[in-house]
């Protein structure tokens, strides 16, 4: 692991991004909260909460971070290209330390999307997760990230 002893504690914000496509009657289960498993968006959200939570215990080098706030937001789509329907999932994450948090906003995305595969497997294996993605970091020494 890299050395953050020496420095300065920062409030350091990361939001992250990415998207699963399915068939339309897939997200119509969805949307419509009636899918086997119970509430599909409800239980992901949790399941990104914690996998931000649990990011150091995935991935080797991450430091184990005291996160100050997760929101994970879902937006449904039938318009991401011709005939691909699914949900967007945002995810931001905050702390103040010295290290910032752009992996446990990525891990939060990544948790939510399966976690939705997950659930809707049984009606639709041919889903996708795209686009995963940091879209914006602030805070530290780097500065601030807006991706284009």
Known sequence: ????????????????????????????????????????LGIARIAGIQG????????????????????????ASDIFTIGAHGIFCTATVETVGPTGVEMEALTAVQIALLTIYDMCKAVDRGMSIHDVRVLEKHGGKSGSFVAS
């Open 1 to 40: 692991m890299v050395d953050v002893a020496t420095k300065p504690a920062t409030h350091r914000i990361a939001i992250a991004s990415g998207r699963i496509a399915m068939q339309p009657e897939t997200l119509a289960l969805v949307q419509a909260g009636t899918a086997k498993k119970g509430d599909v």
């Open 52 to 75: 931000a939570k649990k990011t150091s215990d995935l991935i080797p080098l991450c430091h184990p971070l005291a996160l100050t706030r997760i929101a994970i937001e879902f937006e």
